[in-house]
């Protein structure tokens, strides 16, 4: 019989039992990016720990962990502005990426809002910006897993894999999707090739990162500024990408790494899927070699 996967030991108990010895504030924050459902208070706490965060990638993952709609209305309206502020002070030091301005423009947004005449002026400013984010999954993975393997948590490096996720911004990108798709009638055009021009930018940069997450999401992009462009095999490129990744995940999850019985063995593999997603999946169906 193969093992429970790697994550089933991190239930609600074990969380708080850790979090009881975490020995600081940065700790405290990893083992609430774990939680299944996040309690009120325990989301007040990360709040209040937002204006002193200065890494931007622990500032995205609790972006992530506060627009959960299972948190009060309070909550979520409160770190908006809190957020937005925090977005545009470490949005300065990384000038060349657009995760944390983008993040900034979208955050506290409806999914169905139109993108108004300003909006569009600043993500056009964006699109052009060189890279999408200025740091890298590894090195989220890393500390993540270094954090937890010191709280002697079960696990370690599939919730750390876990806790990675939450940094990457993919969200705000898919938010992005969703209100472009309630702009576009709304659109002339030549506005509509515009906005077409620029989702598809902002999807190249996304498809140059390592996770599937973001390389899933900036493949949606470009298909949907292909479609603004009018650009036919822009856009079947861009599905067949879709499809390629699609069809790696499903030969990944036949082979059920995460119940084999040598956990060093499936450990390993995570580690290296962790150097990068996308190569590791594509090694999976015969292009490639593991990262």
């Known amino acids: 019989m193969l093992?429970?996967?790697?994550?089933?030991?991190?239930?609600?108990?074990?969380?708080?039992?850790?979090?009881?010895?975490?020995?600081?504030?940065?700790?405290?924050?990893?083992l609430a990016l774990l939680s299944p459902n996040l309690s009120e208070a325990r989301a007040r706490w990360v709040l209040e720990q937002v204006p002193e965060l200065d890494d931007s990638a622990l500032l995205v993952a609790a972006f992530d962990l506060l627009r959960d709609k299972r948190l009060s209305v309070s909550v979520q309206q409160e770190a908006v502005p809190m957020l937005r502020q925090c977005f545009a002070r470490l949005?300065?030091?990384?000038?060349?990426?657009?995760?944390?301005?983008?993040?900034?423009?979208?955050?506290?947004?409806?999914?169905?809002?139109?993108?108004?005449?300003?909006?569009?002026?600043?993500?056009?400013?964006i699109s052009v910006l060189p890279s999408w984010?200025?740091?890298?999954?590894?090195?989220?993975?890393?500390?993540?897993?270094?954090?937890?393997?010191?709280?002697?948590?079960?696990?370690?490096?599939?919730?750390?894999?876990?806790?990675?996720?939450?940094?990457?911004?993919?969200?705000?990108?898919?938010?992005?999707?969703?209100?472009?798709?309630?702009?576009?009638?709304?659109?002339?055009?030549?506005?509509r090739r515009r906005m077409g021009r620029m989702l598809w930018l902002i999807g190249s940069r996304l498809t140059e990162q390592s996770s599937l997450l973001e390389h899933s999401v900036g493949?949606?992009?470009?298909?949907?500024?292909?479609?603004?462009?009018?650009?036919?095999?822009?856009?079947?490129?861009?599905?067949?990408?879709?499809?390629?990744?699609?069809?790696?995940?499903m030969t990944s999850l036949r082979a059920a790494l995460d119940r084999w019985p040598l956990r060093s063995l499936s450990e390993q593999l995570l580690e290296s899927r962790a150097r990068s997603e996308v190569a590791w999946l594509r090694a999976f169906v015969g292009k490639g070699a593991l990262p």
Do not use: I, Y
């Not at 030091?93 to 300003?118: F, I």
């Open 91 to 125: 949005a300065g030091t990384s000038p060349g990426a657009m995760r944390l301005r983008l993040l900034h423009l979208l955050v506290g947004t409806g999914r169905e809002a139109p993108l108004g005449p300003q909006e569009l002026e600043a993500l056009e400013a």
């Open 133 to 191: 984010k200025e740091d890298s999954f590894t090195r989220s993975f890393h500390e993540a897993r270094r954090c937890l393997e010191d709280l002697k948590v079960p696990g370690s490096t599939g919730a750390a894999f876990a806790v990675a996720e939450r940094t990457l911004g993919h969200r705000g990108a898919l938010l992005l999707l969703w209100r472009a798709a309630a702009t576009r009638e709304r659109l002339s055009e030549d506005e």
């Open 3 to 30: 093992p429970d996967p790697v994550l089933a030991s991190l239930d609600e108990s074990g969380l708080e039992r850790a979090w009881n010895r975490a020995p600081s504030s940065r700790a405290r924050l990893t």
């Open 219 to 249: 493949t949606s992009l470009m298909a949907s500024g292909a479609s603004s462009l009018r650009h036919g095999r822009n856009q079947r490129e861009a599905f067949a990408r879709e499809d390629e990744a699609h069809a790696a995940v």
